[in-house]
């Protein structure tokens, strides 16, 4: 009986550190929060463009004083470019939105200051879905250091936002051209074809420049697309109801 009372509480105890040793089925991964419809903010123009030529041997404020008036010229000769830059990217936007599989729609009437249009208060917006708000930051052209090429360059900001209660789903600042770095989220490295040799070249040729313009549109678009694309998995499209 002494024998069966010792090896008792020990058989009790390779059980147990049995079971603890039994295969775990693994955690399934985990899904990301589902999106169907996105609706999109008007894209405003952006006030200038300007031009910044780092290869210019001259001091500071000569280089200033150069560059400004060379923005002031690109600025006019593009002026019809620059106020298309709204519409365009709003448009591309819902574009590149659906082609993700989300639902995208323009957001019409908002009143906006008219001091700053891009300050909007998303509480008051009459809406349920989230909203993309997007900025541009900087928009031009730019001659690096090294360079005497003028490429492209456009920076701008995106914003996701909830409009309940103005919490930011998704957020970024990204770089295309000039200020990209490699294939990071956050960078979009402008197409090798758009370059030119001086400026009085990139002003010669309007058309090309503005056709540089639209696909530095189409590839912030894209890419803003499916930044959101791997936070938010797109949700089935919503049956309606009515008959």
Not at 36 to 52: F, N
Not at 83 to 112: C, H, N
């Amino acid at each position: 009986m002494r024998s069966f009372s010792f090896f008792t509480p020990v058989l009790a105890l390779c059980l147990l550190a049995g079971c603890a040793r039994s295969p775990v089925t693994p955690d399934e991964p985990v899904q990301p929060p589902r999106l169907t419809r996105i609706l999109v903010i008007p894209v405003t123009p952006i006030a200038k463009l300007h031009t910044e030529n780092k290869g210019i041997p001259l001091g500071v404020l000569w280089q200033s004083i150069a560059d400004r008036i060379k923005s002031l010229d690109f600025n006019d000769r593009m002026e019809t470019m620059r106020k298309d830059m709204g519409p365009r990217m709003t448009a591309a936007l819902v574009r590149q939105l659906r082609t993700q599989g989300y639902e995208a729609e323009v957001i019409e009437g908002i009143r906006r200051p008219v001091s700053s249009p891009d300050s909007i208060d998303y509480t008051r917006l009459a809406v349920t879905d989230p909203v993309l708000h997007i900025y541009f930051n900087e928009v031009g052209m730019y001659s690096s250091r090294f360079s005497m090429d003028y490429v492209p360059r456009v920076n701008l900001s995106a914003y996701l936002i909830r409009p309940q209660d103005a919490d930011t789903l998704y957020g970024e600042t990204i770089y295309y051209g000039a200020d990209s770095r490699g294939t990071a989220s956050w960078s979009v490295p402008a197409d090798a074809r758009h370059r030119w040799a001086s400026f009085d070249e990139m002003v010669g040729k309007p058309q090309e420049v503005a056709g540089s313009y639209d696909d530095a549109l189409d590839a912030l678009a894209s890419r803003i697309a499916q930044n959101i694309r791997e936070q938010f998995e797109p949700a089935p499209a919503r049956v309606s109801s009515a008959p």
